[in-house]
């Protein structure tokens, strides 16, 4: 079945109608988190093993993520993306810190800093990054450091870019509220 979800969704991503577009971003997020949920939880509710279905998803329905991400899409759906991205970090914080993930969060940095992209696309996915970098994390069993993790995978300037965003923007960000 995650077969055939992961296609309708891919599809609705793909499709020329924007509202349906709008509903493939906003989709990709619970299928992502689905996909990614611990398989089994120790006593202390640990995940053991995360889902082996995770990377192969991420991998197919990337390309029509990115395809989404290209500064001249809509706005409506750029803002519906930044809630499916954010809405996919529900079980697995770390699901884009992999070689299959880097292109969405560079393509988040882009949509983020871009005088191209309406204000709004822009803080919506200052949004994004806060939370998958993990800026304002006060967890105690979170203590990840996401700039970290980003910059170990980064290429080129996007590193440079990321850290410049993160000291100017993100780190002033108090909370992304009902998204969490």
């Known amino acids: 079945i995650v077969n055939e979800v992961t296609k309708l969704v891919k599809d609705a991503l793909l499709d020329e109608d924007a509202a349906v577009r709008r509903t493939g971003c906003l989709a990709v997020g619970p299928l992502l988190s689905l996909v990614s949920r611990p398989l089994h939880l120790t006593a202390d509710a640990s995940p053991q093993k995360a889902s082996s279905l995770s990377l192969p998803t991420l991998k197919e329905v990337r390309s029509a993520v990115l395809k989404r991400m290209r500064t001249g899409e809509e706005e409506e759906v750029h803002i519906a993306l930044a809630i499916g991205l954010m809405a996919a970090m529900k079980n697995d914080k770390r699901i884009f810190f992999c070689k299959a993930g880097l292109p969405i969060l ?8 871009s005088p191209l992209c309406a204000v709004d696309v822009q803080k919506m996915f200052h949004g994004f990054l806060w939370l ?7 967890d105690e069993d979170d203590e990840r450091d996401g700039l970290g993790e980003y910059m170990k995978l980064a290429h080129g300037e996007n590193g440079r870019i990321m850290m410049s965003l993160v000291s100017k923007t993100l780190s002033s960000i108090e909370c992304v509220k009902g998204l969490q």
């Open 106 to 113: 560079d393509g988040a940095l882009v949509l983020s800093v």
């Open 132 to 138: 998958a970098l993990a800026v304002g994390e006060t």
